[in-house]
């Protein structure tokens, strides 16, 4: 269990990294309001009318591993108490960051003796953009077998694209023999493959070795990005299908069909879009309107 939520944790440190670089600086702070005075931050909410907000993750992945850090600190077990504490304490109101972490440092004080503070986590939490500190350096941690099984078969996926082997794929496969124990398996395997020019017959075996087409959205999601990277056109019907029947997962997959610079990637997000247009929010619709037809 512990290895796979190491397996999860690296895929969110992934996918918290390309949010990042599409995601504007002033966006990236969790704690926007920091020097608004107390009695007036529950007037506005700072980019509350930003439709590009809501197409973004990076707080939730941000407050992601803050609170995985501060677990990892205390203890799962008695972090666990404090959030039995918390929602007992503040079920059905809403709370600051301040009220948070100060009930956090009075239910675990060994987080004062390891020599935090608030402002401290405010500070290379909250209220910076970018990386949070704790996360810099932060490398895949191949020791575990659930992670070193994919990096092992993707590393001789690269070995063979390199030699250019003419040996039938089919055999190749065989001679791989990946069989994922758990679905966050193959999404790091396809999320590793981003990095990696392969071929189209490598595609097709992962196509058919993977069942893409019956997949959870989570694979669908990066098998598209591998086809958007690679411009495979046979599958770009995967891509249309995720793009009409996978709306709220969608916005990044038509930015990078748009910056792939293919006329039929575009022309299919350009289709995907009024197709759905009676169906999105206004909201997610301006924020395609803008990424698509500038």
């Known amino acids: 269990l512990d290895e796979l939520f190491e397996l999860r944790a690296f895929l969110k440190y992934k996918l918290l990294s390309a949010e990042l670089e599409h995601t504007d600086t002033s966006l990236q702070i969790m704690r926007p309001n920091r020097d608004v005075p107390e009695e007036k931050k529950t007037n506005y909410i700072k980019n509350g009318m930003n439709t590009e907000k809501k197409c973004m993750q990076v707080h939730y992945l941000k407050g992601y591993f803050l609170l995985r850090y501060l677990a990892q600190i205390v203890g799962m077990e008695q972090f666990q108490d404090f959030l039995r504490v918390y929602v007992t304490k ?47 350096g932060y490398k895949i941690p191949t020791e575990l077998s659930l992670i070193s099984d994919v990096c092992n078969q993707v590393q001789l996926i690269e070995k063979h694209c390199a030699q ?17 124990i758990c679905q966050d398996q193959i999404v790091l395997f396809l999320e590793l493959l981003l990095d990696v020019a392969v071929p189209k017959n490598i595609l097709d075996n992962i196509r058919e070795k993977f069942d893409i087409s019956c997949a959870n959205p989570d694979i669908q999601h990066r098998w598209c990005e591998l086809i958007i990277k690679n411009k495979y056109a046979k599958f770009y019907g995967d891509i249309k299908n995720f793009l009409l029947y996978h709306q709220a997962m969608s916005t990044y997959l038509y930015g990078e069909m748009v910056l792939s610079g293919t006329k039929k990637q575009t022309s299919i997000a350009k289709e995907c879009f009024k197709e759905l247009l009676p169906y999105m929010e206004e909201d997610l619709k301006e924020t395609l309107r803008k990424m698509i037809f500038g």
């Open 90 to 136: 503040y079920h059905g109101q809403l709370v600051t960051s301040q009220d948070f972490l100060k009930l956090l440092f009075d239910v675990c004080p060994n987080l004062s003796k390891e020599g935090l503070s608030t402002t401290q986590i405010c500070t290379e939490w909250l209220d910076r953009a970018g990386l949070p500190e704790p996360l810099l």
């Open 164 to 180: 250019k082997s003419s040996e039938p794929l089919e055999d190749l496969m065989d001679i791989l023999n990946f069989k994922p």
